[in-house]
């Protein structure tokens, strides 16, 4: 019961302790808004609409049912690309990371994938599915597959050599080593990844879904153009971000606190607040 | 009784060969301190007794029931406290949760561990407790054999004193046969029953010598008598003190 009570006040410390450094994080937000304003001032609202204007369009939005919707459709189909693209990419990853000639065999497919860009595979998938849902979540994965690949593959390659010997030395089989070590290991070098990988999923699929007025976010935002409404559009972008702030901090980064609670126990006295 | 016996030990890293005919037996209970000059393979010979690394050649006969091991380093898991730490070999031992915590407490205690430290993460550690860590996961599972492994060469000599004195008392207490290696011959003269040198090419056990007295009974002035003894009249630790930096990888 005690301990239950300490790990539930050492989580709530934890949490207290990112809101209050949040304070830093919304003066450069601040800095931010007050730039766009005086872009705003010097372009007038037709080329930029105030950082006020472009809120009160986004409540506006807000405040229709349907529009939660398109935003659930946007965030569905980047999550559901996003989460295929980590289990199938950090899957092969650690299989690559085990074996050197699969890892020689993927560099270059993973330059490749990472080298063409998202809007190559856009048109292809829009000639492969149409501008359907699966079109969307295809480009999604094609976009995060390599960056969970290579953050699987060098979490595999750099693992403690010095552990492994330290568990065979105990009578640790090859599973009992993965699970308990090399899994471990993997994360720390595989949650960077999929951060950027989430972020690379939110923009690929508005971009896709821009380009094949498929719904969602990116279809707000190709009515908003062609309605010239630029306080709408820009809307749309801030929605797009605040989703994809919610799933960052809401999903990933407890998550990832949880797996690294050593790290901050790493750090030295003064530096934790 | 025989704990351990290695018979015809061979070995080599990408053709060169590191270890050759190598036999040697440690009995129930008694400590071995495995001696020679850097580079000479007194941990890879350590390796292939406690199963890390297959032999090229020969064989190696366990008779104990269990065993345990201590590093060079503390090769501790950054990401779990000191009890998962400690309690790691129960975990492959496939232990239950509730009985693993029970049994790291005890081995922390055997180690003099606090029971605060026992929810600190290894980099909250100093390096001496990170070793007292390691050897209470050494010694977790109640070994009837323990393998050292230049455990305290990392150390500063006060430090390395008091862990000697805790392997010997723990050793006193649980009357675990080990083999220890170490390039310090005060340190082996101060800790086992009999030493090994080995040979500096690696080319089998060049002698033993039995250390006369008993672990932890023995005063310094006699381990100090003993080690100059065998540094000044005893040919066969005439190598013991060589470096050869190219050997060492």
């Known amino acids: ?273 | 009784m025989t704990a351990l016996l290695l018979s015809g030990i061979g070995h080599a890293y990408l053709g060169r060969t590191v270890l050759d005919g190598v036999d040697l037996t440690v009995s129930a209970g008694e400590i071995i301190a495995l001696v020679g000059p850097s580079g000479c393979g007194k941990s890879t010979l350590v390796h292939i007794a406690a199963g890390i690394l297959e032999p090229l050649r020969g064989r190696v006969l366990a008779r104990y029931a269990r065993h345990g091991m201590v590093f060079q380093e503390p090769r501790l898991m950054p990401w779990a406290t000191a009890r998962e730490n400690i309690a790691y070999p129960l975990r492959i031992a496939g232990i239950g949760r509730k009985a693993r915590q029970a049994r790291a407490l005890a081995a922390a205690r055997r180690v003099s561990l606090d029971e605060s430290d026992l929810e600190k993460f290894p980099v909250e550690l100093s390096g001496g407790m990170r070793q007292r860590v390691a050897i209470a996961r050494a010694l977790v599972l109640n070994p009837d054999f323990v393998f050292f492994d230049e455990p305290f060469t990392a150390l500063d000599v006060a430090l390395r004193r008091r862990m000697q004195d805790l392997v010997i008392a723990a050793a006193g207490e649980a009357g675990f046969a080990a083999l220890f290696v170490t390039h310090d011959l005060f340190e082996a003269a101060r800790i086992a029953h009999r030493i090994a040198v080995m040979d500096p090419r690696g080319w089998g056990i060049s002698g033993e010598r039995v250390i006369p007295g008993v672990p932890g009974r023995r005063s310094d002035r006699d381990v100090f008598e003993q080690v100059a003894r065998y540094l000044s009249e005893d040919a066969l630790f005439r190598h013991v003190n060589d470096v050869d930096e190219r050997r060492l990888a």
Request: aromatic letters at 8%.
């Open chain 1, 1 to 273: 019961m005690t301990g239950i009570m300490a790990a539930l006040a050492m989580r709530t410390g934890r949490a207290g302790r990112f809101i209050w450094s949040s304070w830093a994080g919304l003066s450069a937000l601040f800095l931010f808004c007050a730039l766009w304003q005086a872009g705003h001032e010097a372009y007038g609202s037709f080329i930029l609409p105030s950082p006020l204007a472009t809120s009160h369009s986004v409540l506006q939005l807000a405040g229709e049912r349907a529009n939660w919707l398109i935003a659930c459709t946007t965030v569905g189909r980047a999550l559901a690309g996003f989460l295929i693209a980590s289990l199938a990419g950090i899957a092969a990853g650690v299989l690559a990371g085990y074996s050197a000639a699969a890892l020689r065999l993927a560099r270059p497919l993973v330059t490749l994938l990472l080298g063409v860009p998202p809007i190559a595979w856009i048109v292809l998938a829009m000639i492969w599915f149409g501008s359907t849902n699966g079109m969307v979540v295809t480009t999604v994965i094609i976009a995060a597959v390599p960056l969970a690949f290579v953050g699987a593959a060098e979490g595999v390659m750099t693992r403690d050599r010095g552990l492994d010997d330290m568990a065979r030395a105990f009578g640790a089989d090859a599973w009992v080593r993965f699970s308990t070590l090399a899994l471990r290991h993997v994360g720390a070098h595989v949650f960077p990844a999929l951060v950027l990988a989430l972020g690379t999923a939110f923009k690929v699929a508005v971009m896709a879904e821009v380009l094949a007025n498929a719904g969602g976010v990116g279809g707000g935002l190709a009515r908003a153009r062609s309605n010239l409404d630029v306080s709408e559009a820009l809307a749309w972008v801030l929605i797009a971000v605040i989703a994809l702030i919610a799933v960052e901090y809401g999903l990933i980064r407890p998550v990832h606190a949880e797996v690294e609670r050593w790290r901050e126990a790493a750090r030295p006295w003064g530096i934790k607040r």
